[in-house]
């Protein structure tokens, strides 16, 4: 498996295949403000804009 990475990181660049666990250790600085959503956050299909075919 290391191989196989190694060799893609040599075909397309240093990063750009890493493992799925990278970074995902440290702490993020954001977080999702669920106090600023929108009352509506689930609309209706009836509800969306039709655009018509000219």
Sequence with gaps: MIATLD???????????VPVTAGLARKT?????FEMRSPRYDTG???????AAA
């Design 7 to 17: 060799a893609c990181n040599r075909r397309f660049g240093r990063g750009a295949v």
């Design 45 to 51: 299909l009836d509800e969306l804009p039709v655009v």
């Design 29 to 33: 600085d954001w977080s999702t403000k």
